[in-house]
Every structure is written in C-alpha cells, then in structure tokens.
C-alpha cells in the first residue's frame, strides 16, 4: 500500500498556495545563484538521490529538463522514454513497472497516456512521485513553470484576461495552467473550433473560483484585449479522426494587434500554430519557459525528496 504521507504531485491541485511559493522561491534561487545551495550537492555521491524518469510518451523539453535538474542538484538518474523497450511491450500493468521502478530509486518521474495514471500511482506508489503529463488530462509542473515565467514579467494580480488558443479539448498543458491561474475577478477567453473547445465540466469548474468565462472561435475577437495569451499546437497524437476544421497560425500580424505588455505563450513543440517570425518580439516568452523548467523542476524535485 502507498503511504498516504507522500508528497506525490498528480495535478495542480495537489500543492498548497504557500507550497507554490516555496517552490518559486527556490527556484528563483537557483536561477540567480546557481545550484551550490543544493541539500543534496555537499553530500557523498554515494548517497545521492536517484530520480527515475519513466516516459512512455514521447517528450524533448520536460524529459530533459527533469534530467538536467536532477542532475544540477546533486542527483543521479535512471529510466527509459521508449517503452517498446521495456517490460511494458510484453504486457507488464503500471501497479508492477511502479513497484519495480521504486526498487531502485527515491522519486520517480512519469508521463503516459492512460487516464487511470494518477489512481494507480496513488493506490500503489511507496515513494514519491511527480505526473509529468497525463494523456490529455494534466500536465503540473508545465504549469508551474508557466505561472513562474509569467510571474518574472507581471503580477498575477495585474493580469485580467487569459486567452487559451488552439486544440483546447486534448490540451493537457492549457487543463492545469487555467488551474492555476484561476481567482475571483480573472476572465478566461478559450478560442477553438467547435470540437475543439473545452466542455461544460471544465466552465463549470473555472466559474466556480469567481472566473469569468467566454467562448470563441474567432481569435480576432479577442487579441486587443488579451493580457496572456497561451498557444495550444493540434494534439493529433490524440485525434480520433481528423478534425472538418483548423486554427489560423499566431504570426507577427497578429502581434501588432496586441497589447504592448501582453505575454504569449507556447509549451512547445510548435507545428505552425506560432509563426517563428514572432520570436524576437519581446511579448514571446516561448524560449523564457523551457530554460525556467530546469529552475522549476530542480526546486519541485529537492522539496519532494526532503519531506
């Protein structure tokens, strides 16, 4: 059975306000004075923390970041990101990979598509593990290092109207970031083609926190207005059947339209939904968020192995 004391992070809501904030601090930290500071960076090699990475979806950015901070911080790393090449192409269920996997390290780390992820890590994980995406479902630690790089250019409290743009339904990055941004007061503007769009659960569940909500499909009705803007790439991994109708690409047009301090957004990989002719307009924090994502993920991961 798994100890209901682990400091497992699922989903967004699994870390308190002020556990949040701990975290940005830290990261900040590390950011401006580098990883010296690390609790684990004075210790005996030998006795090093090992982070598993167990990805059995296809990732550049988070697989390499989670590796990269753990290696900052003192760590050490194993795993896989092709589960073709593992016990799972034979039929071995999730329950038995986790509990292999914890034999040999201290937290582990994983993304995959099957949306009973978060239940099996939960009923049978006995150290402590960090989602690194679920299908379309969520994606946390993508949304804290978003909320963390639009932190480094405004208040939170100054911004008004987020604008979700793209393959909304299938978006697991879009799902935890409005998560986290959601308050009293905030408008959220969610622009797609119709079967695209976000469902009746989610409104619901955004206008519950005091949002705002609107729908479009038109991105012009909403681009003078918009303070961050988040840019979603067609999730054909996830298409049962292609869709009767696409999105228009964000490109530099688009930007004269907007707000001089507006932020734009992307998790990347982009697939021609974000012009690269945007890249040096400074409103582009794209590049700003796969380098905060070592930041982000080094200060996840030395909270999670020091409770």
Same mark, same amino acid.
């Not at 994980?125 to 679920?134: F, H, L, N, Q, R």
């Given at each position: *059975? ?10 967004? @809501? ?18 401006? @004075?580098? !990883? ?18 167990? !990805? #059995? ?5 988070? @697989? ?25 192409? =034979? ?6 990979? $986790? ?22 890590? @939960?009923?049978?994980?006995? =150290? ?19 909320? #963390?790089?639009?932190?480094? &250019? ?17 978006? &697991?990055?879009? #799902? ?19 079967? *695209?769009?976000?469902? %009746? ?5 955004? =206008? ?8 479009? %499909?038109?991105?012009?009705?909403? $681009? ?13 991994? &996830? ?15 688009? #930007? ?13 990989? &982009? ?14 924090? $794209? ?21």
């Amino acid at each position: *059975m798994s100890d209901t004391n682990l400091r497992h992070v699922l989903g967004v @809501k699994d870390l308190a306000s002020n556990e949040i904030e701990t975290i940005f601090y830290r990261a900040r930290e590390f950011k401006e @004075k580098g !990883f010296s500071s690390s609790v684990f960076y004075q210790q005996d090699p030998a006795k090093a923390p090992i982070v598993a990475l167990a !990805f #059995f979806e296809p990732s550049t950015r988070t @697989k390499l970041s989670f590796d990269t901070a753990a290696q900052r911080l003192g760590c050490k790393t194993i795993g896989f990101d092709n589960p073709a090449s593992t016990s799972s192409a =034979k039929g071995e269920q999730l329950e038995d990979t $986790i509990k292999v996997i914890e034999q040999y390290a201290d937290a582990l780390v994983i993304r995959r598509k099957e949306h009973d992820t978060p239940e099996v890590i @939960k009923r049978v994980a006995s =150290k402590p593990v960090i989602s690194a995406g679920v299908g379309s479902q969520e994606h946390p630690t993508q949304a804290l290092l978003d909320v #963390f790089t639009i932190k480094e &250019r405004r208040d939170l409290e100054t911004i008004d109207h987020v604008v979700s743009y793209g393959d909304l339904a299938n978006s &697991r990055t879009m #799902f935890s970031q409005v998560r986290l941004l959601a308050r009293e007061g905030i408008t959220f503007s969610f622009v797609a083609p119709k079967q *695209m769009q976000i469902n %009746d659960e989610f409104v619901d569940e955004i =206008k519950a926190e005091g949002a705002q909500v609107n729908l479009f %499909d038109r991105i012009d009705d909403v $681009i003078e207005d918009v303070d961050v803007l988040h840019i979603i790439r067609p999730q054909k991994e &996830r298409w049962d059947s292609d869709p009767t109708e696409m999105y228009s690409a964000i490109n530099i047009d688009t #930007f004269s339209r907007m707000k001089d301090d507006a932020i734009v957004l992307h998790a990347l990989p &982009r697939t021609g939904e974000l012009s690269p002719d945007t890249d040096d307009d400074p409103r582009s924090i $794209i590049f700003d968020q796969v380098a905060n994502g070592v930041f982000v993920r080094a200060a996840l991961l030395e909270w999670i192995l020091t409770a």
